[in-house]
């Protein structure tokens, strides 16, 4: 459907007249069969109304308000008329002279000055005013203009400003000239489009009134979204998603700043691949030249398509230089693979390769790495992981993580980009779970790959486990029950590290809790089974030691509160926890899966002071703690702190193999605190003090502080009395407006070494971004340090020219989260 509106098909000569006089001649109504003949006062409401951009209350000083009386006559008095907006009028001007306008309006910029942003502004799109038919598959073109001469089915010459809309899009211009038999429009001087996420401005254009296709020359265009912009000698609209550009350019950088462009002879733009395709294409930096290719394709938004990533150059003391370039596969939508050849000088070349598939129900990662006859190890070096999370079937759930290198050193020597573990002990898992509302199932396969000297964790060749949890009022039914059998390599192993076996645990608990505003009152009884059948046991013991051991518990505490003079509220929270287990004789066990835990405040109100099922540790003890709160009005807790202590009445006679009893009748003070001194800093303290004089035996202390994702400041000690005494600085931090610093220093006090040194500056501007970093590190191979320098050039909205592995950033607290954010 095609609609003209403009005030020249309306009979001027009734204005100001009296009402009831025809407006119409039979010519213009066959001209505009939407408008049928009227009286002049109802003309003229509804031209107010409908076409108010036609500059009809500029005709005269008078406009006439009617209304039907009792009898069906018209009533009309006249009045003022009023200052007209627009009929679809948006928030910004649709139809702009971008001379008049100050700074760069006319491209949607909007100035911002905001703390986390580094650019000064950014692209706002106007709002429409939504008309009904706009929602129509097929919506209507209207045209609005000031004056117009027309032949009926030729030629109409709009003038005097033209405005176009059809559903979603908006076009104006000072001039037209529409084609009614051709259904093409040709609009000339300050001509605007606009459709959702897309704005054109041009000398020209030539729009089909049908397939929407359209010509613009001496033309600018802006994609909001994308935070892209770029100029033409030609633009073709040729679909709703798809733009060609005739001798152009596009950039990321902001109107007014032209740091780096993309030019070239004819310019795709595939909004719906979210990719452009550039010919004969120069990337400038500045007025530089610095790179050419005859065909080159590129992202426009976060959409995958196959080639060759951006490659990454880096150079460390041990490696020497290592050039990569990695080609990315988009064979699927749910599946893709990147191929990363890799030349290293001082090793060689090595290939590296990442397939991922992704359904509804599976998501799978493969990745494998090869360099043969690594020149400085003189042996073949390789990687092999597999990822795996699945829903086979409702209910179910599969996990399987499964990584292998070729050797202990493979880490230490190759930095890898795939998405891999580095701890000591690589893990080879697989596991199937069941979940149902009141029970869940568990089956593993676990095996590890250790990388260090020492004795290796246990092999899980089978586990199987179920749990239950039922509730009835305050009254709680819980059980475990678990089989595993563990397995190890005994080679050169001796005593109790050589037994294998299988153990059987059960543990049914029933508790019920009473509870008031003021407190609570928790008692508790469970009853720990474990069985085992043992191999290479230690000579004169049991091969099928079995234990049964009650536990009762009684938990409880209360609330005080005061109001503050200051506002808000503090709390007094004693807490009295009781624990009773009998000494049961468990020496003859194995210490498959169990460890001492560590002492702190926590550990007073656990009914086992052993991690794992083969150990169940005897006490008969009363723990005591006192919490404090402050709250403030709004509910917020700016400090709480925490203190206490347990008091044995027997000695604790269960111990791991090698270990020795515990006699003292009372343990260490285990003191915590939290204070939150605003919303940006925060300071944690854990400390473990000696009963005896107060001493510290362990101290873990923290300071947060974020006032943004690029200011943060982190600084943690950690101090265990003969086993660590470190500190770990971390920081992001703004030097200037656009240049930021970030480090991170590990130091071991002990030993008066450092462990890490990293430390860099990042220049960034709106639309690129520079990073340079240095960092020294202590190798875990043989205790010696390297070196490495790393540069990384970012171009917004282009990609980035990275240089070596940076993976050692992402243990900068915040790194990540910041790296992920806008870039503008």
Known sequence: MFIIHDLPYLTRQGVGEKPGDPVFSQKEHVDMP????????????????????????NTSDQIWDCSANKSGNWDCTNKPAPTLRPAGSIKAPLAANAKSLPSYKSLDWVQVRQRDMVCSGRYVEPEFKVHGDEDESDPPVYLDAGKSQAELGGLTKLREG????????????????????????HFEDDVVFREPGVLMIASDATINLKTNQGNFSNAQFVFHESHLRGTAEEIQRNSNTHVTLKEGDYTFCPPGNEDWKLSASNIELDRESGFGTAKHATLKVGP???????????????????????????????????????????????????????????????????????????????????????????????????????????????????????????????????????????????????????????????????????TAPYRRLPQFQLRGNYEWDRTQLKYLSEYVYFDRDIT??????????????????????????????????????????????????????????????????????????????????????GLYVPDKDQSEAPDFDTSLLDFDYQSLFRYNRFSGRDRIGDAQQVSLGLTTRFLQEDGYESFNFSIGQAFYFDDRDVILNGGTVETSNQSDFATQAVWNYNSRLRITLDNVLAYSDFDAKETNVRLAYKASNDQRFNFSYRFEENVRDQTDLQFIWPLTERVTALGRWQRDLEAEQDLETVLGVEYESCCWKLQFYGRRWLTTTNDEFDDGVYLRFILKGLGSVNSGSVGFLEDITGFEERDEQDDF
């Open 492 to 577: 050169n192993l001796t005593g109790n590290d050589r037994i294998t076996g299988s153990r059987v645990h059960l543990t049914p608990e029933i508790s019920r809790r009473f509870s008031r505003s003021y407190g609570y009152i928790t008692p508790s009884l469970r009853l720990w089974n474990t069985q085992y059948e043992l191999k290479d046991q230690v000579s004169g013991a049991d091969n099928s030691p079995t234990y049964s051991v009650p536990i009762a518990s009684l938990d409880s505490s209360l609330i005080f509160e005061r109001d503050l003079a200051t506002g808000g509220v503090q709390t007094l929270e004693p807490r009295v926890f």
């Open 34 to 57: 939407s408008i049928k003949p009227l009286s002049y006062c109802v003309a003229m409401a509804v031209a107010a109304i409908a076409y108010p951009q036609l500059g009809l209350a």
């Open 162 to 185: 033209v405005n176009l809309r059809q559903g979603g899009r908006r076009l104006s211009a000072e001039s037209a000239n529409v084609d009614q038999s051709k259904s093409e429009a």
């Open 288 to 454: 530089v030249p610095i790179f050419y290719s005859p065909i080159l394709t590129f992202p426009i938004d976060d959409q995958r398509k196959s080639g060759f990533l951006y490659p990454s150059i880096g150079y460390t003391q041990s490696d020497g230089l290592d050039l990569t370039a990695p080609y990315y596969f988009n064979l699927a939508p749910n599946y893709d693979d990147t191929l990363t050849p890799r030349w290293i000088s001082n090793r060689g070349v090595m290939l590296e390769n990442e397939f991922r598939y992704l359904s509804h129900q599976n998501k799978t990662e493969l990745g494998v790495a090869y360099l043969p006859d690594d020149e400085l190890a003189n042996d073949d070096r390789w990687l092999l992981n597999v990822h795996h999370k699945g829903r086979p079937a409702p209910g179910w759930g599969a996990h399987v993580d499964y990584t292998a290198v070729s050797d202990d050193n493979y880490f230490d020597d190759l930095t890898t980009d795939l998405d891999v573990q580095r701890e000591s002990n690589l893990d080879r898992l697989g596991e199937l779970t069941y979940h149902a509302p009141n029970w869940n199932a568990l089956a593993r396969l676990h095996s590890y790959q250790t990388l260090v000297d020492g």
